[in-house]
């Protein structure tokens, strides 16, 4: 049996709501998902939530809550959220589970009994209002520090840390080595002048329980638990390991912003090598957006509630809009003027307009009842669906985007071109109208299978619309001649019911 498709996104920090970001990740690594198990392979897919840490603590102790019942509280909300984007994720992790625990524990304890850790006194400047260390950098030129530190006090600390020196040129060679573990390409080469410029320092690994409790007991020293991401990063595996049958270790896919690009390509695989487990065979790096050209913010208010906007337009238009404006990489920006027009020019009139007015006219001319294959269509439909799988393989999911709607347009002037409506008036060319019915309903068909990852929900309507009961999740049924001569269609019904913009 092959392995499974191991696919992750990062965990959330749960001390918010979902936002924008937190969508897209989830929705390219379900995307992704889904097409592999369209391509026939067994996958697993892990999303969850990172609950550790001083925000956590803080905010709960500001609602009068203990940390884990804030936690289980934000959880019900998160996963509610995983169920709106239709995520076919099979596991949620949340850092608090035991089963993480242990396994963080057990982890920490090799890699001590191993050599990997030790402990040492920091002498800094810290600031106890925003919780974090300053160094001789964050002085202003007068010699203070920002008034937004508050009291800044040098403060002597005891903390466990992780050797990571001695790994440095073994991870240069391997990130040399194996050109595709960091995609896109200069997310790698940004890394690589990291490693090459830099010494690496090593990860302090620990906080001391008086300063934060809210973590996992480090199991060889009581007075610290283990600080961020000996926790967080560790999900991964712990999570491959309490389903140690299914063999998922290592993931195939890590799916994570720009910004956590260090710790998932720097410090995650020499962890890993610490603990003697192989490497992710990717990490797959998607950028940031932001919406009318400004930083997504709270605090300003200018952010998208994508579930304000999946109530208003759909689940399937965000998952489209999301994938087919932004390829994964670079940063993005999002306007209700861009999205509105993409749903209108592409999902209504593109796609929904094809799948509508073909079926319509199968309806209208045919009684519904499909004619007998013609291949006229059938070259452009061969060449979305090989395009597409091929890209599938890459998880480059807006060029497939582009592609399928190649078939769209395709088909759509084909109506055009052939002018159904206009045969139908003359009983000379009923044969040539059988030809085209059959070639745009096929199409349609056939753009079910191609779509199904990006837009389950359509392509499950467009299937039931042509009377299919099967359903359009193996890419194997995009060849053409699937629908049989003989057969009859269901009901027609608008896809993407045009809005007024
Ligand atoms: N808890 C850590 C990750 C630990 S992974 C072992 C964390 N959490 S987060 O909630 O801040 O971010 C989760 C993911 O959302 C990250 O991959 C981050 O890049 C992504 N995004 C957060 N804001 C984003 C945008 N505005 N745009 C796109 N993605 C963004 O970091």
């Known amino acids: 049996m092959s392995k499974r498709f191991y696919i992750t996104t990062a965990i959330d920090y749960v001390n918010g709501q979902p936002h924008l970001g937190h969508a897209y990740e989830k929705i390219i690594a379900d995307v992704i998902a889904r097409a592999r198990r369209s391509l026939g392979q067994e996958v697993f897919f892990l999303t969850g939530l990172d609950e550790h ?89 007068d010699g203070k520090f920002d008034a937004s530190y508050g009291e800044v006090a040098e403060l002597k600390e005891d903390n466990y840390y992780f050797k990571l020196g001695a790994h440095q040129q073994w991870l240069i060679d391997y990130i040399e080595t194996n050109p595709d573990f960091i995609t896109p390409s200069y997310r790698r080469n940004e890394v690589l002048g990291f490693l090459k410029n830099n010494t690496l320092e ?20 009581p007075e610290f638990v283990t600080y961020v991401w000996f926790d967080a990063l560790v999900n991964y595996a712990s999570i491959a390991h309490a389903h140690a049958a299914l063999g998922l270790w290592p993931a195939d896919i890590h ?20 603990m003697g487990l192989p490497l992710p065979k990717q990490i797959l790096v998607h950028g940031w ?15 998208i509630d994508p579930i304000a906007v999946i109530n ?39 796609l929904g307009n094809l799948v509508n007015r073909s079926l319509s006219m199968l309806k209208r001319y045919r009684n519904g009842i499909v004619p007998a294959k013609s291949d006229e269509l059938a070259a452009d439909a061969a060449k979305a669906a090989d395009e597409t799988r091929a890209l599938f393989k890459q998880s480059q999911l807006q060029a497939a985007l582009q592609s399928i709607w190649g078939l769209v347009n395709r088909a759509n002037k084909f109506v055009d071109e052939t002018a159904p409506f206009k045969l139908a008036k003359d009983p000379a ?69 045009r809005k007024d913009v």
């Open 255 to 274: 799916v994570i912003g720009k910004d956590i690009l260090k710790f998932h390509a720097v410090y995650w695989p020499i962890m890993l090598k610490a």
């Open 202 to 221: 090593d990860l302090c690994i620990s906080r001391p329980v008086a300063r934060l409790n809210w973590g996992i007991p480090i199991p060889f020293d």
């Open 312 to 350: 208003e337009w759909g689940l399937d238009a965000f998952r489209f809009y999301v994938l087919r404006e932004l390829d994964i990489g670079p940063d993005g920006n999002w306007t209700d003027a861009g999205f509105g027009s993409r749903y209108q020019a592409e999902l209504a009139n593109g």
């Open 53 to 141: 840490g001083q925000k956590v603590q803080q905010a709960a102790q500001a609602e009068k809550k203990n940390p884990q019942e804030y936690c289980d509280g934000l959880a019900a909300d998160w996963q509610a959220f995983a169920k709106k984007l239709e995520l076919t994720n099979d596991d949620f992790v949340r850092t608090t589970d035991p089963r993480h625990k242990e396994f963080v524990q057990a982890t920490l304890s090799k890699l001590n009994a191993a050599g990997h850790f030790y402990k040492a006194t920091y002498t800094g400047f810290y600031s106890a209002k925003e919780e974090t260390f300053l160094t001789e950098k964050d002085r202003l030129p």
């Open 429 to 497: 060319q009923a044969q040539r109208l059988d030809e085209v019915l059959y070639n745009l309903a096929e199409s349609c068909r056939v753009l079910a299978v191609l779509l199904n990852p990006f837009l389950p929900e359509t392509s499950t309507k467009i299937y039931a619309q042509l009377g299919l009961t099967g359903s359009p999740d193996k890419l194997a049924d995009a060849t053409w001649g699937g629908l049989q001569a003989g057969q009859t269609i269901g009901e027609p019904a608008p896809l993407f019911p």
């Open 289 to 303: 957006w932001q919406k009318d050209g400004a930083k997504i913010s709270k605090s300003t208010g200018n952010i």
